[in-house]
């Protein structure tokens, strides 16, 4: 069965470095992989997925990820990161097993950011 | 891109209430959708798989007679809580996959059964 395992349940950062949030998956072909962010109370938003082609996916907010099948990885980095991008960060796979289609989430890691 | 929308965004029911919540493609068809379910500090779990035309796929461990879903055209699936009680407050969320591989989600449904 496909999974998803993020390992870092919470990260703090300071405003302006770096970021890299870490999401391995467990699939025997090429996985859908995606990563989304929701803030307190909201839904999901969309940073960004990889499907095939260049392993290296360019997402929205500054984001970017890397997919290393080697590694089992799909990581998401942003270069310098802004207090507004304090929330919970999701990693999922695409489920092509039992149901049609549907996410299979990672428990989540919490992003906090020091001014 | 592709628009999912929930209504009502935030409900307060009373325990033994039923609660009714609305997912709808704004600018797409969806012949599926999802429904997941979110406990405060914790990942979405999907609940069932909604099939526009049939019945719904439920997980294990989701009563399908307490979770009534409802997939009646192309762009709205329901999901009905029945008989609602306190551990049944959650955060719904409906996902609709939008062609390909990308899949879109609503802004969540906030239930507290009192």
């Known amino acids: 069965a496909q999974s998803v395992t993020q390992p870092d349940i919470h990260i703090t950062v300071s405003e302006g470095a770096s970021l890299e949030l870490r999401c391995n998956y467990s699939y025997g072909a090429t996985p859908y992989l995606f990563w989304y962010v929701q803030s307190p109370g909201q839904g999901l938003q969309l940073l960004l997925k990889y499907f095939s082609g260049d392993t290296l996916v360019q997402g929205i907010k500054g984001f970017e990820a890397e997919f290393k099948r080697s590694q089992s990885s799909f990581n998401l980095r942003k270069p310098s990161v802004h207090w507004s991008d304090a929330a919970e960060y999701f990693c999922?796979?695409?489920?092509?097993?039992?149901?049609?289609?549907?996410?299979?989430f990672g428990k989540g890691t919490k992003l906090s950011v020091k001014p | 891109g592709a628009v999912v929308s929930q209504h009502p965004s935030r409900v307060i029911c009373k325990s033994g209430t039923s609660v009714k919540i609305e997912c709808r493609s704004l600018?797409?068809?969806?012949?599926?959708m999802f429904w997941y379910r979110q406990f405060p500090k914790q990942s979405l779990m999907l609940m069932a798989t909604s099939n526009e035309g049939s019945k719904a796929t439920y997980e294990q461990g989701v009563e399908k007679d307490k979770f009534l879903i409802n997939h009646a055209s192309l762009t709205l699936s329901t999901l009905t809580v029945t008989s609602a009680h306190p551990e049944d407050s959650s955060f719904y969320i409906c996902s609709a996959n939008g062609g390909g591989a990308g899949e879109y989600f609503g802004p969540g449904t906030r239930l507290t059964v009192t």
């Open positions: 999922a796979v695409k489920n092509y097993g039992g149901s049609q289609g549907n996410l299979i």
């Open positions: 600018d797409f068809q969806a012949t599926t």
